[in-house]
């Protein structure tokens, strides 16, 4: 029988081919998906600025979240530097030959023709020219910084700025312009970042008493692990981790920890959608393939084969396909993987320092799955082929019309009753934008429920298309609606790719759209600011807020630092492992910039070691909270902080948030500064007049922007249909593919009718008439399946929009749905007629002879 299976497999290529190519890209999606979850799961970082220290101290970025349900161990949203006094202790560790501590602080490089800070893409960090040897960088002309004022410049740094040794050049540093002194031009591996070093005094002034990391060197003879090791236990509890290898990556680069879970998280929703969407492609396409055969089956029924020899048979079939496809689809290799990874990084979705990395077990994954679906679904499929009996099988294979199966509807009605369950989870139990994440699984759910049922489903949708399809296309539209009532089962095939396509790609994509529009609603609703000010070079400062407040036009100015935080004492029952957002502000300029209403309290007395804490929050904190008690904060570095409660506010939209002065929050972050300084304009100053000025107020400041109201909502906008890309991206990748099988199954069921086809030819129809014909049967399958689809949609859709605003209509353009269906319908007739004008080139009488 294998030998048998092997020589069918060359009369049947058409439906082999189909079978073979949702097998081959269906294995290549989910190992592309596997690729994505490996790196996510390695997180590999070279080390850039510290390769050439061997052992790396660095402050632990991880914390037991307090109060959670299982308590489990997060990272730190800001870098958590160590403290000075680490230095000594490790440089008296037996084996240390040098300790080399490394300071980064932001800063930018001005031209000299002109004043304007360089591009973004060649924005440097500014280092203490004694951390030089850690990367290392090297003096390639002058000498090394030893007073105040003088700086060593990278090369291609000093090349753009047009400065040499012995000029003058202009820096941003502390959010404020100064002359250095060029002393020395610097030169590193061509992989490293540009640098801007300092002299020690300088970087003391600017970046008091911080060390983001410590680089450690060993005498010789001493390895790197025996030194790791002693390092290590010198510095035992605390807080402190000490790295070798490519653990040094990770340390240089904390912000990869939390971005190679969030890759995992994404590989697993893109990579669980993606199975589930293979499963039933291949299993839809191979049991179509597998239906047109019943004919056949019957033959070798009747001259003796018995029911084990043709699942057999089939199981031989399908088993070298799928080995084939499963061994082709290696010759991409990782390219597919490492194109998703490279768009994800183009959008800053993943740090660019992240390593793809797929290994052998994404690809034995994406097999797996691929000959798993495969052999089941042609066992199912066998199964019934070989155990009916030939005479029926005869009967069935001329115009099929049995019932469902009891199995089939089974699990249709599981399908059904999940989705169920999750759009009622979604509309209910989940709040907000989280709810995207049981929206998305019960699109498949629903679909393939109604996949399963559509043999059924389709007649009913069907029966009103039939007389308006025999009015207006006369003969044609007769015999379509004739075909299309007496091969249910081969036209619900039909429909069932339409209704995918259309239905996913509509119901996931306004899921985006939905959420994009609802945290742009809530960013408007809670910006109470008239203007907006940034910084391009190392954000704004504490003066020039008070610059900014002494303005005529200003009415209350407050700096913007966010973070995330939690609660340690008193308790916060049900504490999220995503921690507690906070918000810093400027007492003078809070309550008027600030989307809150205060309840207890002033937010002006926000000065110092104090906190402003929601109602909602201050309820659950403990017996409840209020003015003049005491709460502890672990901040986003892991610093304790013991504040006192001098409000309690109440928040008009979006999440509930914790006020800090905006001083006190700006040390314990990265940046070690505010973002922005938001701006409300005084009494009968409209935003335009507000813009011009501070524009002009603040001109003398290289890289400051004014944006009014308008432009600061375009700009969240912007960064939100960046984020938005992504998803964008899958939802491609996944529809691409129902697409591909949506070609598939047109061209099967063409080629399978050309005997009809040839018949009809010899008894007069032309080629006109067939085409007209099928013209009108794809219509009547476009129509039912965009129908379907659209239900699949609305079953996702409005549980969502319920539980993200209260609105069951989607929030999105229109044209989005009307692109879908008009993209489905136009390839749904363009395939029919292709594959209709291919299935009637042989001659009739050579045709109806096959």
Known sequence: MFRLALRTLRFRKGGFAASFAALFLGVVIVTACGGLMESGIR???????????????????????????????????????????????????????????????????LRSRDGTPLPLGERPAGHAWSSAPLAPYTLKAGRAPGAEGEVVLDGRLAASAGVGPGGTVGLVVGGAAERFRVVGLASGRSALPPGVFLS???????????????????????????????????????????????????????????????????????????????????????????????????????????????????????????????????????????????????????????????????????????????????????????????????????????????????????????????????????????????????????????????????????????????????????????????????????????????????????????????????FAETLRADAVVTSSTGGPTSGLVADIREDPAVAAASALVTSVGYVEAPRLGGQSEDGVPLRGVSPEGAAATTAVSVTAGTLTALRGDTVAVDVEHARRIGGGLGVGDTVTLRLGDGAKANLTVVALVAMEAGPKTVLLPADLLARHTTAAGPAQVLVRAAPGVGPGRLAAALTDRLSGRPGVRVADRDEAVAVQAEQEQTGAWVNYMFVAVIVGYTVITLVNTLIIAAAERRREFALQRLIGADRGRLLRMMGVEGLAVAITGVLLGSLVAALTLVPFGIALDGSPAPAGPLWIYLTVIGSAGALTLIVTALSTWFALRPHPAAAAAV
Request: aromatic share 4%; proline share 8%; hydrophobic share 55%.
């Open 200 to 522: 020690d005094p300088d970087v003391q002034r600017i970046a008091p008493r911080r060390i983001d990391a410590l680089g450690v060197f060993p005498v010789q003879g001493t390895g790197a692990g025996e030194l790791r090791g002693r390092v290590a236990h010198a510095l035992a509890g605390r807080g402190v981790t000490v790295s070798t290898g490519l653990d040094r990556g990770r340390a240089e680069f904390p912000d990869v920890r939390p971005a190679g879970e969030t890759l995992i998280v994404l590989a697993a929703v893109f990579g669980g959608l993606a199975i589930m969407v293979v499963v039933f492609v291949v299993a839809s396409t191979l049991g179509l393939s597998l239906q047109q055969r019943r004919r056949e089956m019957a033959m070798l029924r009747i001259v003796g084969a018995t029911p084990g020899q043709l699942r057999r048979l089939v199981l031989g079939e399908t088993f070298v396909l799928a080995v084939l496809a499963a061994a082709l689809a290696r010759l991409p290799g990782a390219f597919p993987g490492r194109l998703l990874f490279d768009r994800l990084t183009a959008q800053d979705v993943v740090p660019s320092e992240i390593v793809f990395r797929q290994g052998w077990i994404p690809p034995a994954a994406g097999a797996g799955v691929g000959l798993l679906t495969a052999v089941v679904a042609a066992f199912v499929a066998a199964r019934g082929a070989a155990t009916a009996r030939p005479a029926e099988t005869l009967t069935e294979a001329a115009l099929p019309d049995r019932p469902l199966g009891r199995v089939r509807v089974a699990c249709a009605l599981v399908c059904l009753a999940g989705a169920t369950a999750l759009a009622l989870v979604t509309a209910i139990v989940i709040p907000g934008p989280v709810a995207a994440s049981t929206a998305g699984p019960a699109a498949m759910l629903w679909a393939a429920g109604l996949a399963l049922l559509a043999p059924r489903i389709a007649p009913i949708l069907l029966a009103p298309l039939r007389p308006v399809l025999r009015a207006l296309t006369g003969n044609a539209g007769r015999l379509a609606v004739l075909n299309v009532r007496a091969r249910r089962i081969r036209t619900a095939a039909a429909i069932t790719p339409v209704m995918l396509a259309t239905g996913l790609a509509t119901g996931m994509i306004y899921l985006q759209t939905a959420q994009s529009a609802d945290a742009q609603r809530v």
């Open 43 to 109: 997180t590999e970082v070279h080390p850039e600025r510290l390769a050439a220290a061997p052992v790396v101290v660095a402050g632990d970025q991880s914390y037991r979240v307090p109060n959670s349900e299982d308590a489990e161990r997060v990272t730190l949203p800001e870098r958590v530097r160590l403290d000075p006094d680490l230095v000594s202790a490790v440089r008296a560790v037996p084996g240390v030959a040098g300790a080399v501590p490394d300071v980064s602080f932001p800063v930018a490089v």
